[in-house]
């Protein structure tokens, strides 16, 4: 995508290129004399900080990362002091922050805590006619966006110099439903979202410099389990995958937190070979990452309940974070719901 009125005196569009992975091709200049902005120099990233929010109770671990950070280095910060970065599409070891946020890109761990929306504190921008803007959340929830009933945003305008402010600062107030398409999750198709600047909108509205995120921390053990789907109705395996979420949702001792599907084509691409007595490879895979304080062993789990032949195997058995992370200061008993560990959403799609 480009600016048609680009901030600079330059007689040409304007592109933003972040990782260059996105799907949309957003980063592809149209025509022969677009310039585009490289920003691998955006490349600072902050320490993890104990950040009071506005209008939330408990300081919570935040981090502030400029825009061509890679992905994978804010995981491993995060991880590196048993925390956890929402935000890890299967891209993150070349994706930038700045695609992540112009996309409102998901990971494995959206299913229990959003994609990059839901994980943002505030971020930073330069609009097409050379102005700074800063938007904050208020009041933010830890959680899904769009289980708050109404979510606010603080717009701030600055003049180029980025300290001097323009006018009064200015409230966006919207229905948390409103980023959300019900039984689909992210809707990709809403570039306009309720007219919150810069998430999603593809590089269109500005420049993003710079984010603050929240960081999470995950219950004690996680079990990667592996299901096989074999067959050929495929359309079978969704009845199963919701039986399975919702088996899972009535277990208090365990929690989904992370869900990953390979199809047919990616099977065969990364020559996937079946954990099942069988030989033929699977027609679908699905990865469940499922995490509580307890290590025990996996409770075994629907089988054979479509039709499909459904194989489900413990694949990793191991503490995913140092013993001392603990999960949201809690220890022992089971993970709580609570806003740092939230109910996983009805949607099975990560991204
Ligand atoms: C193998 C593979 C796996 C993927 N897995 C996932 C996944 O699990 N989840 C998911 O959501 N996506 C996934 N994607 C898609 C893609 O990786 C994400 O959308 C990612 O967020 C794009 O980031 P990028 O830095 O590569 O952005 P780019 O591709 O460089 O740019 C994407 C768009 O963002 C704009 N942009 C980039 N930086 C900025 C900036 N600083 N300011 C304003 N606009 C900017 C660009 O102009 C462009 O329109 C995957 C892609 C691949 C190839």
Known sequence: MTWSRPASNLDSPLSRGGGGTGYTGGAVPLYQDT???????????GAIVQRKLEGVAEAVPTVRTEAGV???????????????SPVDPTSQDACTIGGNIAMNAGGKKAVLWGTTLDNLVSWRMVTPDAEWLEVERLNHN????????????RLTRYAADGRTRRGEPQLLRIPGQVFRKLGLGKDVTDKFLAGLPGIQKEGC??????????????????RTVCLEFFGYDLSKAVPAIVETKNYLDGRRDVLLAGLEHLDERYVRAVNYSTKAARRERPKMVLLADIVGEMNRP?????????????????????????????????TGRAPQRSPRTPTPSRSTKTW
Do not use: Y
């Not at 509205?205 to 996680?222: C, E, N, Q, W, Y």
């Open 142 to 153: 830890l959680g899904k966006i769009h289980e708050q009933p109404e979510v606010t945003f």
């Open 70 to 84: 890679i992905t994978l280095q804010v995981t491993k910060l995060a991880e590196s002091q048993g925390l956890v």
């Open 205 to 222: 509205d500005g420049l993003i410099t710079s984010a603050v995120f929240v960081l999470h921390r995950m219950p004690k053990h996680t």
């Open 35 to 45: 310039a585009v902005i490289n920003t691998e120099k955006l490349d600072a990233l």
């Open 298 to 330: 996996w409770p075994r789990p629907p089988r054979r309940s479509c039709g499909l032949r459904m194989r489900a195997m413990p694949r990793v058995s191991s503490p995913s974070v140092p013993r001392h992370a603990g999960a949201s200061g809690r």
